[in-house]
DNA sequence: CTGGCTGCAAATGCTTTGCACTGCG
DNA sequence: CGCAGTGCAAAGCATTTGCAGCCAG
């Protein structure tokens, strides 16, 4: 973990972009929160916990920054307002969600079944795909399980 | 053209929503722009043509009833501003865009790749899918020729 | 002293809401 | 009448911007 802060603080730092204690708290934060999908106002919020003075202007022009590096990713869930993900390097694009329309839960799962098909647009459409994006709307199990519950009950 | 306008009207009625000539203009700006990927102020300029006296309120509150029907779908690429597509019933689902990052240019492709894809998920994570998104990010066949172009221009 | 970075407050831009009005059943 | 649907203006909300101050190099 603190590897990591590290090797995130150099990729600032050789962008020339200074590792100021409010990037270094913004970083931390989505760091310590990896699978919570935090919009900017929780991100704020948690910020503002450990750094009081911090100024909502401010987390918004970190996180803007630092999703120019491709250190973080916005994402755009149908719900007004982003949500920022810290973006690990051993994942060469984003990752995928399933996301619940009964409970809003977002689930994350893993990669690399697009590979094919990346190469398939580059081929057919003449497109260098650099980047995706993949999302499943859904239910999710547990609301699955509610659901047959309910149904179990209605013919009791 | 005629009698898809038909169609989707009677989705409408057999909902319970009245078929008011400002939701009959939107639908059919719609109808006519199906591969332009509108924004809101867009449509409502274009309905507006015909309809003078229309509000964008009204507009919002059409495209909002009838992406709640499943009779258009609400996008969202990275830009503030939503986007709003007809969604015809012939593909189960929401077909897919390449988005250029160079000129902003959204082309579709089609879908059923991920039929396969959303079995597994289903079987690996009990996640029913009823739906699904996917966008690719990338550099478009006239934005790459533009690019070895200028490559070109810079060697010589 | 210079430029990057910050906090605050004001501004922006998309979207929603409140409200009075209208027309159809 | 009752109620869905409408237009207009005002409000709401996430995000951005302007600006003066601050701090490290």
């Given at each position: 973990m603190a590897e990591h802060m590290d090797?995130?603080?150099k990729q600032l730092l050789n962008k020339g972009y200074k590792l100021t204690?409010?990037?270094?708290?913004?970083?931390?934060?989505?760091?310590?929160?990896?699978?919570?999908?935090l919009n900017a106002?929780?991100?704020?919020?948690?910020?503002?916990?450990k750094n009081p003075n911090i100024g909502l202007a401010t987390v918004y022009r970190?996180?803007?920054?630092?999703?120019?590096?491709?250190?973080?990713?916005?994402i755009n869930f149908g719900d007004g307002g982003a949500r920022f993900d810290l973006r690990s390097d051993d994942q060469p694009h984003m990752h995928h969600h399933l996301i619940c329309t009964r409970c809003g839960k977002v689930e994350e799962i893993m990669d690399d079944w697009?590979?094919?098909?990346?190469?398939?647009?580059?081929?057919?459409?003449?497109?260098?795909?650099?980047?995706?994006?993949?999302?499943?709307?859904?239910?999710?199990?547990?609301?699955?399980?509610?659901?047959?519950?309910?149904?179990?009950?209605?013919v009791s």
């Amino acid at each position: 973990m603190a590897e990591h802060m590290d090797k995130l603080s150099k990729q600032l730092l050789n962008k020339g972009y200074k590792l100021t204690p409010q990037r270094e708290a913004t970083l931390r934060v989505l760091l310590e929160n990896e699978k919570d999908h935090l919009n900017a106002e929780e991100v704020y919020m948690l910020v503002k916990a450990k750094n009081p003075n911090i100024g909502l202007a401010t987390v918004y022009r970190a996180l803007e920054l630092l999703s120019g590096l491709h250190i973080v990713e916005k994402i755009n869930f149908g719900d007004g307002g982003a949500r920022f993900d810290l973006r690990s390097d051993d994942q060469p694009h984003m990752h995928h969600h399933l996301i619940c329309t009964r409970c809003g839960k977002v689930e994350e799962i893993m990669d690399d079944w697009l590979l094919p098909m990346e190469n398939r647009i580059e081929r057919e459409f003449g497109f260098k795909v650099t980047d995706h994006r993949l999302d499943f709307h859904g239910v999710c199990r547990e609301c699955n399980a509610k659901e047959r519950e309910r149904a179990r009950k209605a013919v009791s």
